[in-house]
Antibody, heavy 117, light 111 residues
Framework: EVQLVESGGGLVKPGGSLRLSCAAS????????MNWVRQAPGKGLEWVSS????????YYADSVKGRFTISRDNAKNSLYLQMNSLRAEDTAVYYC??????????WGQGTLVTVSS | QSALTQPASVSGSPGQSITISCTGT?????????VSWYQQHPGKAPKLMIY???NRPSGVSNRFSGSKSGNTASLTISGLQAEDEADYYC???????????FGGGTKLTVL
């Protein structure tokens, strides 16, 4: 069974940092692009970042460019999102998702990041 | 404001068909066959229902279908069932710096 499990969310003060992880299983992780998508409380979906299978291509939403860094470790079947200079508007459930960005499947269960003083 | 425009809500009775529209521009929906649709039940992760405009992933009911005309994509659900009540989001690749854009979401109510 294909499975994605996020971790690392929590409460952080504005300006702080957090590192999210996504553990993948049930498929050949190194063959797929991976993504982060977030959803603020009561709001819609917002694409955050994508990384190609070999990390050669990386893309960011304008809202996080320069503050967030996506990375992956194919040996550990893991995806990461380093989030720095966090703002209140970064508060959201963060999902990792497999796919080439023009589709996402499957999605993890999400991890909640709350930025508040 | 979302890059793709969806109606905030649609409704239908069991057994009926409904269509949700997703309007973009020639830089996204109209320019590429890279539109996907997601279903999200409350408190759950989104689920891929349609990819590349009209393709259904394995396991998705054939009651769900997708199409595109110009800058507008559509998701049609036929034979509405109570379990279809959820939020639906469209997404598209875009040639802009944004790379991927989502619609604002449509709440489907099964009456």
């Amino acid at each position: 069974e294909v499975q994605l499990v996020e971790s690392g969310g929590g409460l952080v003060k504005p300006g702080g940092s957090l590192r999210l992880s996504c553990a993948a299983s049930g498929f050949t992780f190194s063959s797929y692009s991976m993504n982060w998508v977030r959803q603020a409380p009561g709001k819609g979906l917002e694409w955050v970042s994508s990384i190609s299978s070999s990390s050669s291509y990386i893309y960011y939403a304008d809202s996080v460019k320069g503050r967030f860094t996506i990375s992956r470790d194919n040996a550990k079947n893991s995806l990461y999102l380093q989030m720095n200079s966090l703002r209140a508007e970064d508060t959201a459930v963060y999902y990792c998702a497999r796919g080439p960005a023009h589709w996402f499947d499957p999605w993890g269960q999400g991890t909640l990041v709350t930025v508040s003083s | 404001q979302s890059a793709l425009t969806q109606p905030a809500s649609v409704s239908g009775s069991p057994g009926q068909s409904i269509t949700i529209s997703c309007t973009g521009t020639s830089s996204d929906v109209g320019g590429y066959n890279y539109v996907s649709w997601y279903q999200q039940h409350p408190g759950k992760a989104p689920k891929l229902m349609i990819y590349d405009v009209s393709n259904r992933p394995s396991g998705v009911s054939n009651r769900f279908s997708g199409s595109k005309s110009g800058n507008t994509a559509s998701l049609t659900i036929s034979g509405l069932q109570a379990e279809d009540e959820a939020d639906y989001y469209c997404s598209s690749y875009t040639s802009s710096s944004t790379y991927v854009v989502f619609g604002g979401g449509t709440k489907l109510t099964v009456l």
